[in-house]
């Protein structure tokens, strides 16, 4: 049941938590424990909101797994504490990492809302006051002592989507990240209006689990018109190479030169596990619907479906750390664990 425990922000870094300096009119991060007083209106929530924050904050094209194992442990040593975690972060890699932290924590059952800005807070026109506010109001919300959205979310420009759904799309204007498969759970306008159908809720209320295990033995291979054989070889040649995410045309069609599907079929035969995710970003992998993927399909590649590359790599470096099988981890793939896929 949700009581008054209130919401934590997290500030890793980013964007959203800079300030102007008045003297050097350079831009530089401000303590998060003081910002109600740049945001005064915060004051008027009826909970209790604090903050942690990142000693050194990081900027989003440095993130990495431990990283991410950082804000997990974060959100785990204070789950019982609070009825929700917004969590400030760069908007360049935050598909990456809400769609890791959407791994992560099984059994989640509190909203964990990840939100920043094009604009620091500091700056006249930003669009992070109105991000932070409204994903703190997302966080707390509740209906029949139960969270409205208790599951990892990235908040921008008024709409609420599943992480691990999300990529960022625009880097000049205020409405980054689209969620292109997948409705959003949420959008704000004059009211708070949730899409509740879409949403993920818990069948049971389990203790949390946080897994912090990661395998960096991924890769991802972008096909291209003229990609050569001696390409490929420098990728699966890779040492201790588990993995490929191999980014296909269209439904997952891929060049159907016999020196092509040979390689992905050697790769296949060295206990590499190949996944097909579709560089269109709507859409998903029908591998077999073409004959130019029925090679694929045949060689022992696994369909992505429409998995981001984003939420791809993330489960893959979580479920290859895990002491699992491959085919295990080839079922896993093709099953969709915390909403990143739709399977037909």
Same mark, same amino acid.
């Given at each position: 049941m949700i009581d008054n425990k209130g919401i934590l922000l997290i500030y890793t870094g980013g964007t959203i938590g800079m300030i102007k300096d008045p003297v050097k009119g350079t831009l530089t991060p401000f303590d998060f424990?003081?910002?109600?007083?740049?945001? =005064?209106?915060?004051?008027?929530?009826?909970?209790?909101?604090?903050?942690?924050?990142?000693?050194? =904050?990081?900027?989003?094209?440095?993130?990495? =797994?431990?990283?991410?194992? %950082?804000?997990a442990e974060i959100i785990e040593n204070n789950y019982n504490d609070y009825n929700g975690f917004v969590i400030l972060h760069g908007t360049d890699t935050m598909a990456y990492s809400a769609s890791a932290l959407s791994f992560m924590l099984e059994n989640l059952a509190k909203p964990v809302i990840f939100t920043g800005?094009?604009? =620091?807070?500091?700056?006249?026109?930003?669009d992070g006051k109105e991000n932070l506010i409204t994903a703190i109001e997302i966080a707390a919300a509740s209906e029949n002592g139960q969270p409205m959205?208790?599951?990892?979310c990235v908040y921008f420009e008024s709409k609420l989507y599943r992480g691990n759904r999300t990529t960022k799309v625009n880097a000049e204007h205020f409405n980054a990240f689209q969620s292109a498969n997948y409705p959003y759970l949420? %959008?704000?306008?004059?009211?708070?209006?949730?899409?509740?159908?879409f949403i993920r809720h818990p069948q049971v209320i389990e203790p949390l689990v946080v897994h912090k295990e990661f395998s960096d033995q991924i890769t991802i291979l972008k096909l291209f018109p003229g990609i050569n054989r001696k390409y490929m070889d420098v990728v699966f040649g890779m040492k201790n190479l588990r993995a490929v995410i191999l980014e296909t045309y269209g439904a997952g069609n891929a060049p159907s030169a016999e020196w092509f599907t040979s390689r992905?079929?050697?790769?296949?035969?060295?206990?590499i596990i190949l996944l097909?995710?579709?560089?269109?970003?709507?859409?998903?992998?029908?591998?077999?619907?073409?004959?130019t993927s029925r090679t694929l399909l045949e060689a022992g590649v696994v369909s992505g479906y429409d998995i981001t590359t984003e939420a791809a790599a993330t489960k893959l470096m979580i479920l290859l750390a895990q002491q699992l099988r491959d085919e295990e981890i080839k079922m896993l793939l093709n099953k969709s664990l915390k909403g990143e896929i739709t399977i037909h």
């Amino acid at each position: 049941m949700i009581d008054n425990k209130g919401i934590l922000l997290i500030y890793t870094g980013g964007t959203i938590g800079m300030i102007k300096d008045p003297v050097k009119g350079t831009l530089t991060p401000f303590d998060f424990s003081e910002v109600s007083d740049l945001i =005064p209106e915060l004051q008027r929530f009826t909970f209790n909101i604090e903050t942690i924050q990142f000693e050194s =904050p990081v900027d989003s094209s440095d993130i990495h =797994p431990g990283f991410w194992i %950082r804000i997990a442990e974060i959100i785990e040593n204070n789950y019982n504490d609070y009825n929700g975690f917004v969590i400030l972060h760069g908007t360049d890699t935050m598909a990456y990492s809400a769609s890791a932290l959407s791994f992560m924590l099984e059994n989640l059952a509190k909203p964990v809302i990840f939100t920043g800005a094009q604009l =620091p807070l500091g700056i006249l026109r930003t669009d992070g006051k109105e991000n932070l506010i409204t994903a703190i109001e997302i966080a707390a919300a509740s209906e029949n002592g139960q969270p409205m959205v208790p599951e990892v979310c990235v908040y921008f420009e008024s709409k609420l989507y599943r992480g691990n759904r999300t990529t960022k799309v625009n880097a000049e204007h205020f409405n980054a990240f689209q969620s292109a498969n997948y409705p959003y759970l949420a %959008r704000a306008g004059v009211e708070l209006v949730f899409n509740r159908e879409f949403i993920r809720h818990p069948q049971v209320i389990e203790p949390l689990v946080v897994h912090k295990e990661f395998s960096d033995q991924i890769t991802i291979l972008k096909l291209f018109p003229g990609i050569n054989r001696k390409y490929m070889d420098v990728v699966f040649g890779m040492k201790n190479l588990r993995a490929v995410i191999l980014e296909t045309y269209g439904a997952g069609n891929a060049p159907s030169a016999e020196w092509f599907t040979s390689r992905i079929k050697k790769a296949v035969d060295s206990n590499i596990i190949l996944l097909d995710v579709t560089q269109c970003s709507r859409g998903s992998v029908e591998l077999g619907r073409y004959e130019t993927s029925r090679t694929l399909l045949e060689a022992g590649v696994v369909s992505g479906y429409d998995i981001t590359t984003e939420a791809a790599a993330t489960k893959l470096m979580i479920l290859l750390a895990q002491q699992l099988r491959d085919e295990e981890i080839k079922m896993l793939l093709n099953k969709s664990l915390k909403g990143e896929i739709t399977i037909h």
